[in-house]
Nanobody, 116 residues
Framework: QVQFVESGGGLVQPGGSLRLSCAAS????????MNWYRQAPGKERELVAT????????NYLNSVKGRFTVSIDNAKNALVLQMDALKPEDTAVYYC?????????WGQGTQVTVSS
């Protein structure tokens, strides 16, 4: 049974950093393409970052390029999103899922709030 559990969110001031983690069970992350998504209040869920099989390449939403970095912690079988230079518009609930996403795999997400 596949399960993703997101953590690491919180309240941070503009310009600050957070490190999100998505712990996976039931599958080995390095064998799959994986995504980070986010959903802000009143908005649709959007794709933030993708890491392709065996971390051969990555892709990012234009608005987070140069600020966010996606990686896989193979030892912990966790998907990681390092977020730097955070902006108020990054405020959202962040989720991980496979690429393409499987509706059965959505977790509870982790709330990121960027505010002074």
């Amino acid at each position: 049974q596949v399960q993703f559990v997101e953590s690491g969110g919180g309240l941070v001031q503009p310009g600050g950093s957070l490190r999100l983690s998505c712990a996976a069970s039931g599958l080995t992350l390095r064998w799959y393409d994986m995504n980070w998504y986010r959903q802000a209040p009143g908005k649709e869920r959007e794709l933030v970052a993708t890491i392709y099989n065996a971390a051969s390449s990555t892709n990012y939403l234009n608005s987070v390029k140069g600020r966010f970095t996606v990686s896989i912690d193979n030892a912990k079988n966790a998907l990681v999103l390092q977020m730097d230079a955070l902006k108020p518009e990054d405020t959202a609930v962040y989720y991980c899922n496979r690429n393409p996403p499987n509706d059965a795999y959505w977790g509870q997400g982790t709330q990121v709030t960027v505010s002074s």
